[in-house]
C-alpha cells in the first residue's frame, strides 16, 4: 500500500506474517503479541484506506486527520524497531532471507535481543491500545464532514458559461475541431463522428466542447450536453439527456422510477432515426463510457458526440482523440492581461513585465491557472500596495502554497480531483515527484528504481518489480498527471515532466501530510518542520544553514537526497539511524573514510553516489545485506570490487566508467541481479561463465578486449542461460565472428527487444526472436542475405546498419523482403549500394542516409535510390560522409527532391553536410524536433544532428 495512506504497512506486515509463519518456534506470550499486532495493524490499514478514498468535497475532518496521522507513525515506529531487530540477528554476514526469519525466531528466546525486541512490541501494542481507544472515544468514523468551499460542480459550470471574452485561444481550436467534425459529417457513410478531448485539469476541456456544441448544435435536430463526473449516477446521466433531447416530452422524467436498463432503451429508441449532438462531459473510466455507448444509437443520419476526459485510455476507446494543448505565449499573455486590466490589448506596466512572465512561465498555458493568478493580482492591482512587491511575493510563493487565496484553493480542488482518482499506490508514486525541482526532465528509469529502493512499487504475479514500475509511469501519464518527453524505439516513456501546476498541489499536499520534507533551495529551515521526519531532501549551500540543521533529528528519516555540492556540508551520518535510501549523486566530495562510514548504515535499499574520489571499495560494503540498487557514477576503472558479491538482494548495479569495468571474479554469486548499468570488460572466458549465472538479468553491455577460440563455447553457453534479457549490446574487436556463432543458442535470450552488435553478417538466430523492435549492427558487408533475415524479424520496428565495405553493385530491396512493422531505418554506407523497389518496406516512416556522394556518383552515376517507391514515407534526412561543395550539395538536394515529389506521401527532406555523423538513430520525436530546428535555422546545430 502507498505510504501516504497506510504508513510503512505496506512492508511492515509482510514482516509480521513471516514472523508467525513459523509460529511453533515462538513462545505463546510472543506469538500472542505478534499476532494481536497483525489483526490490529490490518483492521487500522483498511480504516486508513478508507479515509483516503473519502469524496473531495467531504474530506476528512481534523481528528480524522490526527487519528490517521498517529497511526502511520505508530506503523513507522514499529517497522524500524523489527528491522532494527533483523539487523543485529544478521551479525552483517550474508545469508538467505528464510534462514535470517529461522535464527531470528530461534533468538526470540534468548537473551538481550529477545529482551529488547520484547519491549518495543509491547511499547507498540501499548500505543495501538491508546489508538484505538481514541478513535472509539471520539467516535471518529462517525463525524461527519462538510463540504469545504465551493463544489466541483459549480466550478464546472463556471467554466462552461464563461463569457466568450475570456474565453481567449479557444475560438481558433473551436473552428479547427467544427472543420474536423463537420468533413466527417460528409461522409457517405453517415455513421456518428465520435471526437474525444483530452488532457489535464484545467486545460478547458469543458469550455472548448462547450463552445464547439453552441456553434452548430442548431445544425442537428436534438442535442444534449451532461456532465458524468467522478463518481457518476448514469440514471441520472440518462434522465439529464432525455430531458435536453425533448423537454416536453421527458419534462416529468425525474419524477418516475425509471432503471438504468429501462432508461438505454428508451434513449436508443428515441434517437433511432434523429440527427443529434450529444456532448460527455467528464468520462473517468473506460467501464462508464461503456455504459452511456449502449444508449446512443449508431444510425446513419450524420450524429456527432464529443467526450471529454483526462485519461488518455478512455479517449482512445471512444473514438478519434484531440490532445488538448495548453495555450501559446501570446494567448497566455493576452488572458492574463484580460482578467486584470479588463483587455487583452493592454500590458503591463514595464516595471510589473518581467515579473509577469515568470508568473505566465509556471501556469504553463493552464487557462485556469493563468485565471486564477491574473484573479489574485487583479484584487490588489491599483489599491493603495506595492504592486511590484506584491507581484514579486505571489511568484515566489506560487509552488510552495498561496494558503490564503479562495482562487488558489478552488484551481488545486479541481486538479486535486485527478489525484485522488488515483489508487493509493501512484497516490504515494506521484507525491514522490515533489522532490524534483520545475521544469525538470525526469528520467524515468532513474525514477523507477528509486521507487523501488523507497518501497513504493509492489510484486505482480509474473512481473519484475522494473516492470510494474514502468505500468506505474504510463498510468500516470495516461490519467495525464505526467507528460512523456521523450519515447523509446520500443514506445515507452523515456523521459517526462511534471506541470508546474500540478507540482504545486502534490508539493502542498506533500507538506500537509509530512510526506516530504526540503531544506535548502529558498525553503529556510523554520519551526514548522515536522517533529519526526520520515523523507529527507537538503540543498543547503551555506555554513549557516549547517548550524540550524544542528538542531533538527534524523533518527526517524528514512530517506535523504542531497544536491549539496560539498560533502561536508551535510550532516553526520552516523545522526541516520534507520537511512533505507541514501542519494548522493549530486554531492561531490565523498571520500574512501566516508564511503566506509556509509557501509554502516545497514537498512540501506538504495545507495546512490558520485565516486569521483573513490579509490577502493570498502570491504564494510558487504553489511549492506538489504541493498537493492547501487549507483556509483565516474568510478575508476581500475577500482577492484570484489566484496560486492555478498549483495545478495541487490537488483540493480550501475556505473559510468565510458571505458568499462571488470567485475570480481565469482560476482555470478549475484543471482537477483536484473541490471548492470555501464560496458563489463571481459578478459577472461571464466567472465562468461560467471556471468551466464545471473539469469534474471535484462540488460547486458560487454566488450571483449581479446578474443580466441576458447572464448566460443563459453560465450554460446552464456548466452543461452540469460533467458530474461531484453537488451543486449557486445562490442570489441574479433567479436564480429563471434556473434555470427550464436546461431548454436538454446534456448537464449528470446526476448530480447534491442540488440547492438558487430558481425561479419547478420546472424540468422535474429530471424526467430519475436520481441526484438531495433537493431543497431555493423556489418563488414552487406547482402541479400542479410535483408532476408533482417525482413523476416516480426517486431523489428527500427533497424539501424553501419557498412564498411563497398559493392560493386546496387542491392534492390523489394517486397520479398517482408519488414512487416519497420518504421525507421537508418544505413551508414559509403557506396550507398541499395535501392528501394516498389512494394518495399511499406510501413517506413522515416528513412536516414549517411554516405559519401562523390563515391556514389563515381560508382553508379546518380543518387536515386527508388525513395518514390516507399509509399509510407513521411520524413528522409541525408549526410554526406565527406566534405562536398555547396552546388553539390544543391545538386544532390533537388535529385531527392524529385524522388520525393514523385512519391504520394510527399515527406519533408533533410540535407546536411557539415555536421558529425551519429550512427544510432534518435526516437521519432526527436527526428520531427531535429525537422523543425532546421526548418526554423536553415539547418541543424551539432547537438540535434541525426
Known sequence: MAEIVTGAMGTLLPKLANLIKEEYNLQKKVRGEIMFLEAELKSMEAALIKVSEAPIDHPPDIQVKLWTREVRELSYDLEDS???????????????????????????????????????????????????????????????????????????????????????????????????????????????????????????????????????????????????????????????????????????????????????????????????FIVIDDIWNTSVWETIQCSLMHNECGSIIIITTRNIDVAKQAGSVYQMEPLSLSDSTKLFCQRIFGSEDKCPPHNLAEVAGKILQKCGGVPLAIITMASMLADKTGKEINTH????????????????????????????VSYYDLPSHLKTCLLYLSLFPEDYRIKTRGLIWKWIGEGFVHEEQGKTLYEVGEDYIEELINRSMLEPVDIGRDGKTVSCRIHDMVLDLISFLSNEEHFLTKVGEQQPISLDLPKKIHRLSLQISQEEEVKQLATMSFSHVRSLTVSTKVFQLMPKLSAFLVLRVLNLKKCKGVRNHHFKDICNMFHLRYLSLNAEFITEMPREIQNLQFLQVLDISNLGHKVKMPTIIHLRQLLRLCFRPMWGIRLPDGFGKLTSLQEVKGIITIKLPSMLHNLGCLTNLRTLAIDFCDWDESYEEPFIQCLSNLVSLKSMEIKGTMVSSLCSECDKLYPGPQHLCSIDIESTAVPRWMSSLCFLSSINIELLALGAQDFHVLGSIPSLRCLSIHVKETRDERLVIGKCYPFRCLTEMQIDYESMAVVFAPGSMQNLKELHLVFGVKEVMHKYGDCNFGLEHLMSLEHVSVKTMYSIMPEEVEAVKDEFQKSLDMNPGKPTLIVDYKYPIKRKIRSHAQAIRAAILFANAGRIPATEGL
Open 82 to 276: 523489527i528491522d532494527r531487530f533483523m539487523v543485529r540477528v544478521g551479525d552483517g554476514k550474508p545469508h538467505s532471507f528464510k534462514g535470517f526469519i529461522d535464527r531470528s525466531l530461534h533468538l526470540l528466546t534468548r537473551g538481550r535481543i529477545q529482551h529488547s525486541i520484547g519491549i518495543d512490541i509491547k511499547e507498540i501494542r501499548s500505543r495501538i491500545k491508546d489508538v484505538s481507544e481514541r478513535r472509539d472515544r471520539y467516535k471518529v468514523d462517525l463525524v461527519p464532514s462538510k463540504p469545504v468551499g465551493r463544489s466541483i460542480d459549480n466550478l464546472r459550470l463556471s467554466a462552461l458559461y464563461r463569457k466568450a471574452t475570456e474565453l481567449v485561444g479557444a475560438e481558433e481550436k473551436s473552428s479547427d475541431l467544427v472543420r474536423r467534425l463537420m468533413e466527417g459529417d460528409k461522409e457517405a457513410s453517415k455513421q456518428p463522428v465520435v471526437l474525444s478531448i483530452a488532457g489535464f485539469g484545467g486545460l478547458g476541456k469543458t469550455t472548448l466542447a462547450n463552445l464547439v456544441y453552441e456553434k452548430i448544435k442548431g445544425q442537428f435536430g436534438c442535442g444534449a450536453f451532461v456532465y458524468v463526473s467522478h463518481n457518476p449516477d448514469v440514471v441520472k446521466v440518462f434522465k439529464n439527456m432525455l430531458y435536453q433531447l425533448d423537454g416536453d416530452k421527458y419534462r416529468d422524467i425525474n419524477q418516475g422510477t425509471w432503471s438504468e436498463e429501462q432508461l438505454i432503451w428508451e434513449l436508443r429508441k428515441f434517437l433511432l432515426h434523429k440527427r443529434y
Open 389 to 416: 512587491n506584491y507581484w514579486s511575493h505571489v511568484y515566489q510563493s506560487m509552488g510552495s502554497g498561496l494558503n490564503g487565496s479562495t482562487n488558489v484553493k478552488n484551481m488545486r480542488r479541481i486538479l486535486s
